[in-house]
Nanobody, 122 residues
Framework: VQLAESGGGLVQAGGSLRLSCAAS????????VGWFRQAPGKEREFVAA????????YYTDSVKGRFTISGGNAENTVYLEMTSLKPEDTAVYYC????????????????WGQGTQVTVSS
């Protein structure tokens, strides 16, 4: 599956952004699509994931209540709605698909997009 992110940008603290991840190629079947982020000098970290066909969602604790992942195979697109953004949310955000094993570990994911920069100013 091929993935392409869009929607990043510069926003003030407290603002909102919506990221999109368009999937192409093998988009049928039951698998996960997720979002990770990587800040300079830090390891890539799990943000959220959604089951492609069933809609079950998972979040890292730091974004619960602020971020919402949605979408799936009806549109071949997954969204990450980000609200109440904080400067510590600044990172390159990556879309990923088709994990094997623990979905919170980035090495377990097989397909990646090119990333989109999100910058939150204080």
């Amino acid at each position: 599956v091929q993935l392409a992110e869009s929607g990043g940008g510069l926003v003030q603290a407290g603002g909102s952004l919506r990221l999109s991840c368009a999937a192409s190629g093998r988009t049928s079947g039951d698998y996960f699509v997720g979002w990770f982020r990587q800040a300079p000098g830090k390891e890539r970290e799990f943000v959220a994931a959604i089951n492609w066909s069933g809609g079950n969602t998972y979040y890292t604790d730091s974004v619960k209540g602020r971020f919402t992942i949605s979408g799936g195979n009806a549109e071949n697109t997954v969204y990450l709605e980000m609200t109440s953004l904080k400067p510590e949310d600044t990172a390159v955000y990556y879309c990923a698909a088709d994990p094997r094993g623990n979905i919170r570990r980035y090495p377990n994911w097989n397909s990646w997009g090119q990333g989109t920069q999100v910058t939150v100013s204080s």
